[in-house]
């Protein structure tokens, strides 16, 4: 990758690690209005890498969270991991930075929920939860036949090929088969709450994924998320409490 590529291609300003906890609610001491929200366990993270475009044709730094079984470490995975007198990990993603950004990080350096603030916007990404094989109108919201005359097509998805010209199916063609199990993205959402003791932050609504899944939390393209340093100061206490 070009210097130049690079540089167009900035990133996300900030990003962490997480694992969903699950959901709760909590309660305005203000007005008493309730507000679902999705508890995240975020970090400790660890900076394994620092990467830049001298060395590796891009600026970003790679983190990782939770820490791997011993018995099912590999040994260029513990040599990585050695570099930044860390244990191995089992989550490792990298976020896209500027250069000015990359150098205010350090190698083995801890990053934790301390550095989110209660407005911030953020996108959350991860593995939705797998529901099996599924019919199209489960899956992709097909309407469904008529049922106004008897015939055996009502939950089918009708045809599907051409005739000789080009006869064949075309790709991406919306199909029964997997549904969920994928990589999704929720944009925009709000940190409303912050525990940065248990380095718990609650994000308002639904994230992807089952209970204990790992997810990474990035800064919301859609703005709403101010530049911070990662040695920023312990975000304040939270304004509202858990239901019980």
């Known amino acids: ?72 470490v590999t040994k260029p995975e513990a040599g990585h991991a050695a570099k930044s007198k860390a244990t191995v990990k089992r989550y490792i993603k990298e976020v896209r930075l500027s250069s000015e950004t990359v150098a205010e990080y350090e190698v083995g350096q801890e990053l934790k929920a301390d550095l989110f603030k209660i407005g911030d916007r953020v996108d959350v990404t991860g593995v939705s939860i797998g529901k099996g094989y599924a019919g199209v109108m489960k899956r992709h919201n097909f309407r469904g036949a008529r049922h106004s005359h008897n015939h055996e097509f009502f939950r089918h998805g009708g045809s599907i090929g051409n005739r000789s010209d080009p006869g064949k199916v075309f790709k991406n063609k919306k199909m029964p088969g997997q549904l969920g199990n994928e990589k999704v993205t929720v944009q925009n959402l709000k940190v409303v709450a ?15 994924g089952a209970k204990n899944g790992f997810v990474s939390i990035k800064a919301s393209v859609k703005g709403g998320f101010e530049a911070r340093s990662p040695k920023a100061a312990p975000a304040p206490a939270a304004e509202a409490t858990p239901a019980e």
């Open 1 to 72: 990758m070009s210097q130049s590529n690079s540089r167009k291609k900035a990133g996300y300003p900030f990003g962490l690690l997480g694992r969903k906890v699950g959901m709760t609610q909590i309660f305005s001491e203000e007005t008493g209005d309730v507000t679902p929200v999705t508890a995240v366990e975020v970090g400790p993270c660890v900076v394994l890498q620092k990467k830049t475009v001298q060395s590796d044709g891009y600026d970003a730094v790679q983190i990782g969270f939770v820490d791997k079984k011993k018995q099912k």
């Open 194 to 208: 912050i525990e940065a003791d248990k380095n718990i932050v609650l994000i308002k609504g639904a994230i992807p």
